[in-house]
């Protein structure tokens, strides 16, 4: 089975500013990573996700995450933030094979100040 | 067409009523998935439908019945709920239930019951 412990429940962060939400994951398998972003009041979209190749991937909206195998993380970073990407962030997981749904992490509430 | 379709965007019901929340999608997509969130939480799994057939049901309450009608139509009836499943209520779907390149989420069903 699958888990994804993401660190930090909330993080205030001021404009203009970088961040970086950690996200950690423990699977006997091999998996694939997402980042969600929930806005409030609305559904949750795909950020960005690592299925192979490249580690390194990267959103349209500058967010970035590095799949790092050797110690089971998938941190989403941006450089600078904006007042628009307070939001709700959840990462997950699943598995190569079989039909295990997404597992989710506990989430991580970013706060962008002015 | 790349959404999922959900109504009513909020539904208020007492605890005798019986409703039903809607989802629809119209990308082929054969795997249909309903989850609950409470406030501050992650998305917590109730059902999985793949190809129309229910094939993972969560331990979920009687009081809450999956329809799939077809491929395209995911339907949660309600029946006798209780204050505590006042949640936002979000539809997915995915290429199948095996598909691993991410869920399209609906935008969710506000519900409240009094």
């Known amino acids: 089975a699958q888990s994804v412990t993401q660190l930090d429940s909330q993080v205030p962060v001021f404009e203009e500013a970088p961040v970086e939400l950690r996200c950690n994951y423990s699977s006997s398998v091999s998996v694939y990573l997402f980042w969600y972003v929930q806005y409030p009041n609305q559904g949750l979209q795909l950020l960005l996700k690592?299925?192979?190749?490249?580690?390194l991937v990267e959103s349209i909206n500058g967010f970035e995450a590095e799949f790092n195998k050797s110690q089971t993380s998938f941190h989403l970073r941006k450089p600078s933030v904006h007042i628009s990407d307070t939001a709700e962030y959840f990462c997950a997981v699943s598995s190569h094979s079989g039909n295990t749904p997404l597992v989710f992490g506990k989430g991580t509430r970013l706060s962008v100040i002015a | 067409d790349t959404e999922v379709t959900q109504t009513p965007k909020h539904l208020v019901m007492g605890m005798t009523n019986k409703k039903s929340l809607k989802c629809e999608q119209h990308m082929g997509h054969r795997a249909m998935y309903w989850y609950k969130q409470k406030a501050k939480k992650p998305p917590e799994l109730m059902f999985v439908y793949s190809y129309e057939k229910l094939s993972i049901n969560e331990s979920v309450p009687s009081r809450f019945s999956p329809e799939c009608p077809n491929s395209s139509l995911l339907n949660l009836h309600l029946h006798a709920l209780q204050p505590e499943d006042s949640a936002l209520y979000l539809c997915?779907?995915?290429?199948?239930?095996?598909?691993?390149?991410?869920?399209?989420f609906g935008s969710g069903t506000r519900l409240t019951v009094v």
């Open positions: 690592y299925l192979s190749g490249s580690t």
């Open positions: 997915a779907s995915s290429q199948s239930a095996g598909d691993r390149v991410g869920y399209t």
